[in-house]
Nanobody
Framework: QVQLVESGGGLVQSGGSLRLSCVAS????????IGWFRQAPGKEREFVAA????????DQAESVKGRFTISRDNTKNTVDLQMNSLKPEDTAVYYC??????????????????WGQGTQVTVSS
């Protein structure tokens, strides 16, 4: 089993920054892909970014490239999402998720069996 806890959400003005953190606990964390997803009201959950256990293996949605950065610290079992140049359309509940061991760099939420409870990010215009 894997437990994930997100933090760092909040209210920020357009153009501002936030840093989300996902703390993971459980077995085999070092070989699991950790992803960030978001869900806005009335919309489907969408992929934001993911980081693999292989060094430098990262994927991001086109909508956040150049603005968001994902990173992980395996010594602390954390995966952070640095969000810069935030836009009102980034407003959503942000979730971190984990794959099974040796998982690939997936953008599909169905391939992540473990999820955190989510943290709200609100960007005002």
């Amino acid at each position: 089993q894997v437990q994930l806890v997100e933090s760092g959400g909040g209210l920020v003005q357009s153009g501002g920054s936030l840093r989300l953190s996902c703390v993971a606990s459980g077995r085999g964390l070092g070989t699991r892909t950790i992803g960030w997803f978001r869900q806005a009201p009335g919309k489907e959950r969408e992929f934001v970014a993911a980081i693999n256990w292989r060094p430098g293996s990262i994927d991001q949605a086109e909508s956040v490239k150049g603005r968001f950065t994902i990173s992980r610290d395996n010594t602390k079992n954390t995966v952070d999402l640095q969000m810069n140049s935030l836009k009102p359309e980034d407003t959503a509940v942000y979730y971190c998720a984990a794959t099974s061991p040796l998982g690939g760099l997936y953008s599909s939420s169905s391939l992540y069996p473990y999820w955190g409870q989510g943290t709200q990010v609100t960007v005002s215009s």
